[in-house]
């Protein structure tokens, strides 16, 4: 009747709470940059020239900021292989993996950071049509991610250092990973629509 | 967990339990109850601030939000008899507050009212009272402030925190049987985050300029722009108010999902969940994944108004686009409807089939209802803008859309009747609430279709007709629900009955004054009256309906004051009302099964599930119902 699969699913989750709740965040996540980029979308396609005329000599920098996607991917990696390692319990490893992934997400808010002083040196600002509005807000919401993800990573390296995760206690490792993954993922995409739109 | 099998209905007078579950540091209590009846004792007491104020445990949380709903349903609610009074008696001082006409005319000072205002005339400071309401009457921007705040308030700040935040709170973890939600702390920042929310939003009636003017709906670029409505700080904080609202929703809903889904009792499956549960989990799906777009809508709102960009308003070159805001609202806006009418849809299945003493019918296509909805509610946003500006055939595709969602409401609708149906109903005041519920939701959901067809829709949109269309679902709907609810789930919440002579009243009253205030508007509507004036006396063709709009306001009086009925209950039933038991309406799941007042940790030992949850009037049982906890081989449930 009730079948016996069924008692089972409710006892042995399949997922603990901690990674849910972060697979649950993502969807919200996914559909406030959904709302973001529906907005760009919508002003792209409502202007013919893109830049619109008056903003036609800008240039994003598209060749430093491709470089700074394969540093940001390039994190996703060290990221789930310091996830890899923290199961095979080496321990030395992990910590120089974490390291490293943070490094590089402050390199690449870095970049970032740098570029946008750049951009509103050249006259690419807030205000300069939406062209220059969606432009920071949507590589800025991303970038608040990146910021948010890499503070949950310190607070992750510090559990790390006080020797708080193992081969079979680090969730809150995994659930970072996701979070970081995520926040990777997203910005190869980010980068083609808002750059070569 | 096989051991934990020991729940009955029958319920032995002297339970004691060994503690299996220690992993947590809910404190636990080990000693005898009878019945539940007297103050429950914890191993130590918790402090005031942890047990009332900054309290983890869900059940506290639940009721600070149902507190929470209550008293900003009063802000709510006075709002609008301040805008009824204006639309009854346009530029006619307010009574009480007022100052008497002889004054306004001639300055002649006659009652004592005459004087506070002539002294704040006199003191030239921009007084709050005196620009919103010289002389005590309403004036035109105060009154888009007035309409505009009241569906605020009530859609974000009364029906969401007490449909969602109260009932979802108190009732997912014992109804599902559980000891708690999954995350304890994020439950307790998403009610306070709620709060700072409501602060907020408060904070906006009291700066210059007023409180945000442009509509609950924030239509750019009224509310991007002040020179339309004169509204500087009020719309600023409006949208940071909601920023926040929706992260406070945003934890709650994560905590619902995974406590739903993670968290359920050893047998519970996911269709052996009372409908409420289902109801509770779909709506946190959608808060989930609706509200986000509104935080991307109101981040660029403020970008708009406080950063200098463009993005609702439209320029020469290179400008943003007004219907814009309109999308992202909406595509939130409509799944948001179906936040605030399934939990109503779930309470009300409780309160039918326990009252009906007869399983739910259709239990599986109740909830298969619920997905369709709340999935169908994703493609219909369309429908609000059909005046917008839209391709004709995009209007079509929305009117389809819109009107398939008829189909999985009327299987809701007759799934009621037929739970009804022979029934051995008890017209216990849960009951009627019940009732009312599913007949005003009848009326709220065919006035719908009316105005899903783009045809009728060209002639009735912005008239008092979605006035009442709204208000039958919303007030009709989901607030009868909730005070059904209330009243139903108040002996678990209190340990005491609410004094049903008094719940009665409240109920008829209400539920007349209710019908008297918003069924005229059906017919204002067709007449043509706009919504949202502020003066229809203005209009030569509105001069008919003075009468109309006076009985109707002379309703709403009745019906706000009505309230009070409530909520005099609720505070005097606390400390006062009649004793419950541990099981006062005979009902089968899984909340009843706990002591009354439901100790820390609620359950004193996990309650092991083998059945549905509507096992009424089971043929060849004596009793007329099986509690969900009850083992044996009984028939199988109408669930499965």
């Given at each position: 009747?009730?079948?016996?699969?069924?008692?089972?699913?409710?006892?042995?989750?399949?997922?603990?709470?901690?990674?849910?709740?972060?697979?649950i965040l993502l969807g919200s996540e996914t559909m406030l940059f959904s709302g973001l980029i529906g907005a760009f979308l919508v002003f792209r396609m409502g202007?013919?020239?893109?830049?619109?005329?008056?903003?036609?000599?800008?240039?994003?920098?598209?060749?430093?900021?491709?470089?700074?996607?394969?540093?940001?991917?390039?994190?996703?990696?060290?990221?789930?292989?310091?996830?890899?390692?923290?199961?095979?319990?080496?321990?030395?490893?992990?910590?120089?993996?974490?390291?490293?992934?943070?490094?590089?997400?402050?390199?690449?808010?870095?970049?970032?950071?740098?570029?946008?002083?750049?951009?509103?040196?050249?006259?690419?600002?807030?205000?300069?049509?939406v062209?220059?509005?969606i432009?920071?807000v949507l590589?800025?919401c991303?970038?608040?991610?990146?910021?948010?993800?890499?503070?949950?990573?310190?607070?992750?390296?510090?559990?790390?250092?006080?020797?708080?995760?193992?081969?079979?206690?680090?969730?809150?490792?995994?659930?970072?990973?996701?979070?970081?993954?995520?926040?990777?993922?997203l910005?190869?995409i980010?980068?083609?629509l808002?750059?070569?739109? | 967990?096989?051991?934990?099998?020991?729940?009955?209905?029958?319920?032995?007078?002297?339970?004691?339990?060994?503690?299996?579950?220690?992993?947590?540091?809910?404190?636990?209590?080990?000693?005898?109850?009878?019945?539940?009846?007297?103050?429950?004792?914890?191993?130590?007491?918790?402090?005031?601030?942890?047990?009332?104020?900054?309290?983890?445990?869900?059940?506290?949380?639940?009721?600070?939000?149902?507190?929470?709903?209550?008293?900003?349903?009063?802000?709510?609610?006075?709002?609008?008899?301040?805008?009824?009074?204006?639309?009854?008696?346009?530029?006619?001082?307010?009574?009480?507050?007022?100052?008497?006409?002889?004054?306004?005319?001639?300055?002649?000072?006659?009652?004592?009212?005459?004087?506070?205002?002539?002294?704040?005339?006199?003191?030239?400071?921009?007084?709050?009272?005196?620009?919103?309401?010289?002389?005590?009457?309403?004036?035109?921007?105060?009154?888009?402030?007035?309409?505009?705040?009241?569906a605020t308030?009530?859609v974000f700040?009364?029906v969401v925190?007490?449909?969602v935040?109260?009932?979802?709170?108190?009732?997912?973890?014992?109804?599902?049987?559980?000891?708690?939600?999954?995350?304890?702390?994020?439950?307790?920042?998403?009610?306070?985050?709620?709060?700072?929310?409501?602060?907020?939003?408060?904070?906006?009636?009291?700066?210059?300029?007023?409180?945000?003017?442009a509509g609950w709906t924030g239509y750019a670029p009224l509310s991007v722009?002040?020179?339309?409505?004169?509204?500087?700080?009020?719309?600023?904080?409006w949208a940071?108010?909601l920023l926040?609202q929706g992260f406070?929703s945003l934890?709650?809903s994560?905590?619902?999902?995974?406590?739903?889904?993670?968290?359920?009792?050893?047998?519970?499956?996911?269709?052996?969940?009372?409908?409420?549960?289902?109801?509770?989990?779909i709506v946190a799906i959608l808060l989930l994944l609706a509200f986000p777009v509104l935080s991307s809508a109101l981040a660029l709102l403020i970008f708009d108004?406080?950063?200098?960009?463009?993005f609702f308003?439209?320029?020469?070159?290179?400008?943003g686009d007004p219907l814009l805001w309109q999308h992202l609202f909406w595509f939130f806006g409509h799944p948001e409807v179906y936040i605030l009418i399934l939990?109503?849809?779930?309470?009300?299945?409780?309160?039918?089939?326990?009252?009906?003493?007869?399983?739910?019918?259709?239990?599986?296509?109740?909830?298969?209802?619920?997905i369709a909805i709340a999935f169908l509610g994703w493609i219909v946003w369309g429908h609000h803008m059909f005046q917008s500006g839209m391709r004709?055939g995009m209007g079509s595709f929305f009117m389809t859309t819109t009107m398939l969602i008829?189909?999985?409401?009327?299987?809701?609708?007759?799934?009621?009747?037929?739970?009804?149906?022979?029934?051995?109903?008890?017209?216990?005041?849960?009951?009627?609430?019940?009732?009312?519920?599913?007949?005003?939701?009848?009326?709220?959901?065919?006035?719908g279709?009316?105005m899903a067809?783009t045809?009728?829709d060209?002639?009735?949109h912005?008239?008092?007709?979605i006035?009442?269309?709204i208000?039958?679902v919303v007030?009709?709907?989901?607030?009868?629900?909730?005070?059904?609810?209330?009243?139903?789930?108040?002996?678990?919440?209190?340990?005491?009955?609410?004094?049903?002579?008094?719940?009665?009243?409240?109920?008829?009253?209400?539920?007349?004054?209710?019908?008297?205030?918003?069924?005229?508007?059906?017919?204002?509507?067709?007449?043509?009256?706009?919504?949202?004036?502020?003066?229809?006396?203005?209009?030569?063709?509105?001069?008919?309906?003075?009468?109309?709009?006076?009985?109707?306001?002379?309703?709403?009086?009745?019906?706000?004051?009505?309230?009070?009925?409530?909520?005099?209950?609720?505070?005097?039933?606390?400390?006062?009302?009649?004793?419950?038991?541990?099981?006062?309406?005979?009902?089968?799941?899984?909340?009843?099964?706990?002591?009354?007042?439901?100790?820390?940790?609620?359950?004193?030992?996990?309650?092991?599930?083998?059945?549905?949850?509507?096992?009424?009037?089971?043929?060849?049982?004596?009793?007329?119902?099986?509690?969900?906890?009850?083992?044996?081989?009984?028939?199988?449930?109408?669930?499965?």
């Amino acid at each position: 009747m009730m079948a016996q699969t069924e008692f089972e699913m409710t006892e042995n989750r399949p997922l603990s709470n901690a990674k849910l709740a972060v697979l649950i965040l993502l969807g919200s996540e996914t559909m406030l940059f959904s709302g973001l980029i529906g907005a760009f979308l919508v002003f792209r396609m409502g202007n013919v020239t893109w830049p619109p005329l008056s903003h036609a000599d800008i240039e994003l920098p598209r060749i430093v900021t491709g470089f700074n996607t394969l540093l940001l991917i390039i994190s996703g990696f060290t990221m789930f292989h310091a996830l890899r390692s923290i199961q095979q319990n080496r321990i030395i490893l992990f910590r120089i993996l974490l390291i490293g992934t943070g490094l590089l997400g402050l390199i690449f808010l870095s970049i970032q950071g740098y570029e946008w002083s750049q951009l509103i040196k050249n006259g690419l600002t807030l205000q300069s049509s939406v062209y220059g509005a969606i432009f920071y807000v949507l590589i800025g919401c991303h970038a608040v991610h990146v910021l948010g993800a890499v503070i949950w990573l310190v607070i992750v390296i510090c559990m790390a250092f006080s020797g708080r995760f193992s081969s079979d206690r680090h969730i809150g490792v995994e659930t970072c990973t996701i979070y970081w993954i995520y926040v990777v993922a997203l910005w190869p995409i980010l980068y083609f629509l808002v750059y070569f739109a | 967990m096989q051991e934990n099998e020991n729940i009955s209905h029958e319920h032995d007078d002297d339970e004691q339990h060994e503690h299996a579950h220690d992993d947590n540091d809910t404190p636990q209590h080990t000693h005898e109850h009878d019945d539940g009846q007297h103050e429950h004792e914890h191993h130590h007491e918790e402090s005031f601030i942890r047990k009332y104020i900054f309290s983890l445990d869900h059940k506290m949380i639940g009721k600070q939000f149902l507190v929470y709903g209550l008293i900003m349903l009063f802000v709510g609610g006075g709002l609008a008899l301040l805008f009824r009074w204006q639309l009854a008696y346009p530029g006619r001082p307010l009574p009480i507050i007022g100052a008497s006409q002889q004054y306004i005319d001639e300055g002649e000072i006659v009652t004592s009212n005459d004087k506070r205002w002539d002294k704040i005339f006199e003191s030239e400071k921009e007084e709050l009272m005196e620009t919103h309401f010289p002389n005590g009457v309403i004036e035109d921007k105060t009154y888009n402030m007035l309409f505009t705040m009241h569906a605020t308030i009530m859609v974000f700040f009364v029906v969401v925190p007490i449909l969602v935040g109260a009932f979802g709170n108190f009732l997912i973890p014992l109804m599902i049987g559980t000891r708690d939600m999954a995350f304890p702390i994020l439950n307790m920042l998403s009610f306070w985050l709620a709060v700072l929310a409501a602060i907020v939003m408060a904070a906006g009636f009291f700066v210059p300029g007023g409180h945000a003017g442009a509509g609950w709906t924030g239509y750019a670029p009224l509310s991007v722009d002040p020179q339309w409505t004169d509204v500087g700080w009020g719309q600023n904080l409006w949208a940071i108010s909601l920023l926040i609202q929706g992260f406070s929703s945003l934890v709650g809903s994560i905590n619902y999902i995974t406590t739903v889904i993670n968290m359920r009792a050893p047998g519970m499956t996911f269709f052996r969940l009372p409908l409420v549960i289902w109801s509770l989990f779909i709506v946190a799906i959608l808060l989930l994944l609706a509200f986000p777009v509104l935080s991307s809508a109101l981040a660029l709102l403020i970008f708009d108004r406080l950063a200098g960009t463009t993005f609702f308003t439209t320029t020469t070159e290179g400008g943003g686009d007004p219907l814009l805001w309109q999308h992202l609202f909406w595509f939130f806006g409509h799944p948001e409807v179906y936040i605030l009418i399934l939990p109503g849809m779930g309470i009300a299945s409780e309160l039918i089939a326990v009252n009906s003493r007869k399983p739910i019918f259709g239990y599986r296509s109740m909830v298969y209802a619920m997905i369709a909805i709340a999935f169908l509610g994703w493609i219909v946003w369309g429908h609000h803008m059909f005046q917008s500006g839209m391709r004709p055939g995009m209007g079509s595709f929305f009117m389809t859309t819109t009107m398939l969602i008829a189909v999985p409401s009327a299987i809701k609708t007759f799934n009621w009747l037929g739970t009804m149906f022979r029934g051995s109903i008890r017209f216990t005041t849960p009951m009627l609430h019940g009732i009312a519920f599913v007949s005003m939701f009848v009326i709220g959901g065919l006035s719908g279709i009316y105005m899903a067809n783009t045809p009728v829709d060209i002639y009735i949109h912005d008239t008092y007709y979605i006035v009442a269309h709204i208000h039958y679902v919303v007030f009709g709907g989901s607030l009868f629900a909730m005070f059904g609810g209330i009243v139903f789930w108040y002996p678990k919440m209190y340990g005491r009955y609410m004094n049903d002579t008094l719940s009665k009243i409240h109920f008829w009253i209400t539920f007349i004054a209710f019908n008297c205030t918003f069924f005229p508007m059906h017919i204002l509507g067709v007449g043509g009256h706009m919504r949202r004036i502020a003066n229809p006396q203005f209009y030569d063709f509105l001069q008919g309906f003075e009468g109309m709009n006076i009985f109707i306001t002379m309703s709403a009086f009745t019906l706000g004051f009505a309230q009070l009925i409530l909520v005099f209950n609720f505070f005097w039933s606390m400390k006062l009302g009649k004793v419950a038991e541990k099981n006062p309406w005979n009902v089968t799941t899984l909340e009843w099964e706990a002591p009354t007042p439901v100790p820390h940790g609620n359950f004193a030992q996990i309650p092991t599930v083998y059945r549905g949850p509507y096992e009424y009037s089971v043929p060849g049982e004596e009793s007329d119902w099986i509690p969900q906890a009850q083992p044996e081989h009984a028939p199988a449930s109408a669930g499965d």
